[in-house]
């Protein structure tokens, strides 16, 4: 555990206090979809409460002893989907047994937690920036499609299936036999209200305001009590040892141990992706660098220590660690603060939760599940290279039709393979560059005489040295990242940069944008063919930067500043 500063502390309070409130309604519908494939009396009130277990004890450990100062955790959509078909085949082999279902999530949360800190312990989190775009494009992708298809169900009063593939087609049959209209009018308010909102104020989060609003007028249409959460436990949470409703006696263990082991790998594998993801996200935004090692030892103690009290596994989430940075937290103690006020919420305030109808979670979660969809890689299929496109959509369809692991493995392969096919052809082309690594700002590049004392008090040269590939992406943002504030002019060597595949792409387009919205003009020179042709049909050039702004020698581009920049 790090020392933790408190000279922000107002602002970790108002922080923490705030991703706290857009925590709440998500940890409560995480929890209840991740129940959501049991049939039991009692799926959505202890769904409810080990969704907010989970937010609780995972987020106050995890910035804890965690690597990023500003992180949020808490139950996440992938997790939540990971968790539901765990939770549903536990309940179909066992014969219904509610215990071995909790006792199963728990120990899942606890393999989870364990396998994170042997992540951290064994310093794997560094190879995380090896996974191409295509491939988490293809699998975040199709996480928002499964949660936006499991919630349709409740939105319509009606309970999901547990595969992806089931709640296609038994759609019709399922709506064809009757909904609830005030189900679904409250669901697709819940909806309006989180869009619409924020064209009144962004001060307040939508969600809440659309739990809130929602729930109280679900009072006056008398909802079915199997329409809503219905009443969850209050008061400090037990080890799943001394937790009522788990009979040890006579559980499968050796069952309960087998179906949790390999989620609980996958959860660690999927968690610890996820947050440092949301670790790179908040760097950017408050400029400062984690420690991904750490960060994962802090995740897996809060992972375990969640399953161990029964909660839901989870890991950093984008949404709230970005709010908390918006809001002013900047150190752990924000994460903290979020846990406590969850804390509070669980100790006191549990019996009014028990109104809340499940079709407006659903309509929260719908949303959810649109913001994880990457439309923007789905957008660009037909520009994108063709490998890094099948990538994409064998990933995609998988995940649908197998299963998580094995479309992010299958994927991994096929992306690596294509990857050094393409070097090949790149060398054989006489583009021995290719095999460079790294990026390297010092080292003279003898065609820069041209460039005067004066031009170099305004002016910043970022030399790249070898191929744009998501292998050497993260050591491009850092080195973009290092431009001064005192620079005017950057200028982009791109004369050794032979490659460009979507993840690099993307990592140039936002590495230009931050440039630009800091009030700096980008200049490109000397860009290859290949890349020059992905960036001109992604529309970077002229889009992002104009056709006038890039230059086929070095001397043409100082030209330019002579002719156009004034001293």
């Not at 520009?383 to 094995?406: E, Q």
Request: charged share 15%; hydrophobic share 50%; glycine share 12%.
């Amino acid at each position: 555990m790090a020392f933790i500063s408190t000279k922000n502390i107002k602002g970790d309070i108002f922080g923490g206090i705030t991703a706290g409130i857009v925590a709440l309604p998500l940890a409560l519908a995480f929890g209840i979809q991740a129940f959501g494939g049991i049939d039991h009396p009692a799926a959505s009130s202890m769904g409810a409460l080990a969704g907010l277990v989970g937010a609780t004890l995972l987020g106050f450990f995890a910035s804890l002893f965690g690597g990023t100062h500003s992180q949020i955790s808490g139950p996440t959509g992938p997790m939540t989907v990971i968790t539901a078909s765990m939770i549903s085949g536990v309940w179909a082999s066992s014969g219904g047994s509610f215990s071995e279902v909790l006792l199963a999530m728990s120990m899942a949360g606890i393999f989870c937690g364990l396998f994170q800190i042997l992540f951290g312990i064994i310093k794997i989190g560094k190879y995380v920036r090896y996974i191409p775009y295509p491939v988490l494009s293809g699998f975040m992708s199709d996480i928002g499609v499964i949660i936006i298809l499991q919630q349709i169900y409740p939105l319509f009063g009606l309970k999901s299936p547990v595969l992806a593939i089931d709640m296609i087609t038994e759609l019709p049959s399922r709506v064809a036999g009757g909904i609830s209209l005030n189900a679904l009018w409250l669901g697709l308010g819940t909806i309006a209200i989180i869009y619409l909102f924020p064209l009144i104020t962004k001060k307040i989060p939508a969600t809440l305001v659309a739990l809130i609003v929602m729930t109280v007028i679900s009072l006056f249409v008398n909802m079915p009590e199997k329409l809503t959460i219905g009443s969850i436990p209050s008061g400090l949470p037990v080890p799943f040892f001394a937790k009522e409703g788990i009979e040890l006696a006579g559980v499968d263990w050796f069952g309960v141990l087998k179906a949790s082991i390999i989620p609980g790998l996958t959860l660690a594998g999927l968690g610890s992706i996820d947050t440092l993801l949301t670790s790179v996200v908040a760097d950017n935004i408050t400029k400062t660098h984690h420690n991904s090692n750490r960060e994962l030892i802090g995740q897996g103690i809060g992972n375990t220590i969640s399953g161990l009290f029964c909660g839901i596994a989870g890991a950093g989430a984008t949404m709230r660690t970005v709010v908390n940075v918006k809001s002013g937290g900047r150190t752990q103690l924000s994460g903290m603060f979020h846990s406590l006020f969850l804390l509070a919420i669980l100790l006191g305030l549990g019996s009014l939760v028990k109104y809340v109808p499940l079709s407006v979670l659903a309509g929260i979660l719908i949303t959810v599940g649109w913001g994880i969809i990457d439309f923007k890689g789905f957008k660009d299929l037909l520009r994108i290279p063709k490998a890094d496109a099948f990538v994409l959509i064998v990933v995609f369809l998988m995940t649908v039709f197998v299963d998580l692991l094995t479309a992010v493995g299958i994927g991994m392969v096929i992306a690596c393979v294509l990857f050094m096919k393409r070097a090949s052809d790149l060398v054989e082309g006489g583009y021995s560059s290719s095999v460079m690594t790294g990026f390297d700002k010092e080292s003279p590049w003898s065609d820069e005489g041209g460039i005067t004392d004066e031009m170099r008090k305004h002016i910043y040269i970022q030399r790249l040295n070898g191929p744009i590939f998501f292998g050497t992406i993260t050591k491009f943002q850092e080195v973009m990242n290092d431009v001064p504030d005192h620079a005017k002019i950057v200028i982009i060597r791109m004369r050794l940069v032979s490659f460009m595949d979507q993840s690099g792409l993307y990592a140039m387009e936002t590495a230009i944008k931050d440039l630009q919205a800091r009030g700096i003009m980008v200049l490109m020179t000397i860009i290859q063919p290949q890349p020059m042709y992905m960036l001109k049909t992604m529309n970077l050039i002229p889009e992002v930067v104009p056709e006038e702004h890039t230059f086929k020698t070095f001397e043409e581009c100082t030209e330019f500043l002579a002719k156009n920049i004034e001293s």
